[in-house]
C-alpha cells in the first residue's frame, strides 16, 4: 500500500555529536566552580543532562547525522516524514532498483523548516522512483539537532539545563527525589515534541 505521506523508521546513528550543549568552562562557570579537581565529575554531569533533555523533549541537542530506511517511496507525490529534530540538511536519498543502490537527485526534494518535525516533498513536476520490492528499499542520510555548536541551543533551554545540572551536582547521591524530578521535567516541558504517529491514506 503507498500513503501520501509515510515516516522513516529505525533511526541510526552514524556520526555522533561533536561537543555537547553545555560547554565546561561554562558549567563551571554557573556552578562557581574555580577548581578543576571535579572536571570529570561535572563532565560525566553534562552528559547525563543532555541525555536526560534530548529523552524528554525528543530533541537533538548537538548535530548528529543519522540513516533511517523505508521499504518504498510514498504515493508518486507524497512526502516522507522524518521524526528527529530539528533537520538541518538531507546528505542523500538512496534506493535499491534491480539490486543496485541509486540516490535520488537533491534538485527534486526539498524539506519544509520546523521547530518539531520536517517533511520531505518533491518540488512540483517530480514523482518518487520506483524500488524493489524489499526491507528497507529506501536509505535516508540526513543531520539532525540544534547546531554544531552549544551556542546553537536556545537560551531559555540551556538556562534550564544548566540549573538541571546545578541541581544535580548539589544533590550528588541523593537526586532521586520527586520534587526533584518534577523539577527538571517542567524545565523541558516547553521544548517536548508530541509523539503522536499520524498515517495520512
Known amino acids: 500500500m503507498y500513503y501520501k505521506q509515510i515516516e522513516a523508521k529505525d533511526y541510526l546513528v552514524t556520526i555522533l555529536p561533536v561537543g555537547t550543549p553545555i ?13 578543576n579537581d571535579r572536571d570529570g565529575e561535572i563532565i560525566s554531569l553534562i552528559n547525563t543532562v ?21 521499504d518504498c517511496f510514498p504515493m508518486k507525490h507524497g512526502s516522507i516524514k522524518i521524526r528527529r529534530s530539528r533537520l538541518q540538511s538531507i546528505t542523500s536519498i538512496q534506493y535499491y ?29 517530480n514523482i518518487w522512483p520506483d524500488t524493489d520490492k524489499r526491507k ?14 552549544a551556542c546553537d ?16 551536582y548539589d544533590n550528588a547521591g541523593d ?3 520527586d520534587e526533584g524530578k518534577a523539577q527538571f521535567e517542567s524545565i523541558y516541558t516547553p521544548y517536548i515534541i508530541p509523539q503522536k504517529l499520524v498515517l495520512v491514506i
Request: aromatic fraction near 10%; charged fraction near 20%.
Open 153 to 168: 541551543i536556545p537560551a531559555a533551554l540551556k538556562q534550564g539545563m544548566l540549573s538541571h545540572l546545578a541541581y544535580l
Open 23 to 35: 560547554t565546561l568552562d561554562e558549567a563551571k562557570e554557573h556552578l562557581k566552580e574555580t577548581s
Open 97 to 125: 532498483s534491480d539490486n543496485v543502490l541509486e540516490t535520488v537527485d537533491p534538485a527534486d526534494y526539498y524539506f519544509t523548516q520546523s521547530p518539531n518535525f520536517s517533511n520531505i516533498n518533491l518540488f512540483q513536476g
Open 50 to 70: 543532555t541525555s536526560i533533555a534530548e529523552l524528554i523533549t525528543g530533541r537533538d541537542m548537538i548535530n548528529r547525522t543519522y540513516e533511517c530506511y523505508l
Open 136 to 149: 528497507q528499499a529506501v536509505i535516508i542520510t540526513f543531520v539532525s539537532g540544534y547546531g554544531s555548536d
Open 175 to 177: 537526586c532521586g527525589d
